[in-house]
């Protein structure tokens, strides 16, 4: 990670947040099939300007077994990225999100995103200003998106999906039901998982497990 990161505002989509890995291939190459394993992405607890993977372009991208500090997002999906040709596979992953959502997309950017027996936690409830929520989607256009969803652990996010016109917000999608609506209305669906409030028991064995230092295991312990 790169912790001295500053922040990105999310109006202006020509400042590009940094990111510890880019995924961008060049026109008529190969679509890569890039692979993340046993990954720990440490990102910037304070500012929250850093993304831990950027894709822009043709990819399948598989993470697992990986661990995310707080980013600006874990997952960023740029303007190249398009539903048929971008797949996104997230299986046994934990992450905080507070500094920004799991995955984020740019205005023109589509994609497939399937995240499966992974837990995102907001500990704190924290909430960033005018930049994209702590949340598990985030999209900034109206193209076309399509997420599966099975056995995943979601606590106190702030939305489920954030989407942000040009014009202004849409309201926040923040409970199952609402959830479950848009992604019938998207072609997608999320199935047995589990959406934790605040005031649920915590699935993480230590309460200070956000702030516990990088190369303690035991901060994504369920």
Same mark, same amino acid.
């Given at each position: 990670?790169?912790?001295?990161?500053?922040?990105?505002?999310?109006?202006?989509?020509?400042?590009?947040?940094l990111?510890? @890995? =880019?995924?961008?291939?060049?026109?008529?190459?190969?679509?890569?099939?890039?692979?993340?394993?046993?990954?720990? #992405? *440490? +990102? /910037?607890?304070?500012?929250?300007?850093q993304?831990?993977?950027?894709v822009?372009?043709?990819?399948?991208?598989?993470v697992?077994?990986?661990?995310?500090?707080?980013?600006?997002?874990?997952?960023?999906?740029?303007?190249?990225?398009?539903?048929?040709?971008?797949?996104?596979?997230?299986?046994?992953c934990?992450g905080?999100?507070?500094?920004?959502?799991?995955?984020?997309?740019?205005s023109?950017?589509?994609?497939?995103?399937?995240?499966?027996?992974?837990?995102?936690?907001?500990?704190?409830?924290? @909430? =960033?200003?005018?930049?994209?929520?702590?949340?598990?989607?985030?999209?900034?256009?109206?193209?076309?998106?399509? #997420? *599966? +969803? /099975?056995?995943?652990?979601?606590?106190?996010?702030?939305?489920?999906?954030?989407?942000?016109?040009?014009?202004?917000?849409?309201?926040?999608?923040d409970?199952?039901e609402?959830?479950?609506?848009?992604?019938?209305?998207?072609?997608?669906?999320?199935?047995?998982?589990?959406?934790?409030?605040?005031?649920?028991?915590?699935?993480?064995?230590?309460?200070?497990?956000p702030?516990?230092?990088?190369?303690?295991?035991?901060?994504?312990?369920?």
């Amino acid at each position: 990670g790169q912790p001295n990161v500053r922040a990105s505002t999310s109006g202006i989509e020509k400042r590009v947040p940094l990111a510890s @890995v =880019v995924i961008e291939p060049t026109e008529n190459s190969e679509t890569p099939i890039v692979t993340f394993d046993a990954c720990y #992405f *440490e +990102g /910037n607890t304070q500012g929250g300007g850093q993304i831990a993977v950027a894709v822009n372009g043709p990819a399948t991208v598989n993470v697992s077994n990986c661990a995310f500090r707080s980013h600006g997002a874990f997952v960023h999906l740029r303007d190249r990225c398009t539903l048929k040709q971008t797949e996104v596979n997230l299986q046994h992953c934990e992450g905080f999100v507070t500094q920004g959502p799991v995955f984020r997309f740019n205005s023109k950017a589509s994609g497939t995103i399937r995240a499966r027996n992974s837990g995102f936690f907001n500990p704190e409830g924290a @909430v =960033v200003g005018d930049r994209p929520q702590p949340g598990l989607i985030y999209l900034a256009g109206e193209e076309p998106i399509h #997420f *599966e +969803g /099975n056995l995943n652990l979601y606590r106190n996010l702030n939305a489920l999906v954030e989407r942000k016109k040009i014009a202004e917000p849409l309201p926040l999608i923040d409970s199952r039901e609402k959830f479950q609506k848009f992604l019938a209305e998207h072609k997608s669906a999320d199935v047995n998982s589990e959406y934790l409030t605040q005031s649920s028991p915590d699935p993480l064995q230590y309460a200070n497990a956000p702030t516990r230092t990088a190369t303690d295991g035991l901060a994504f312990q369920a």
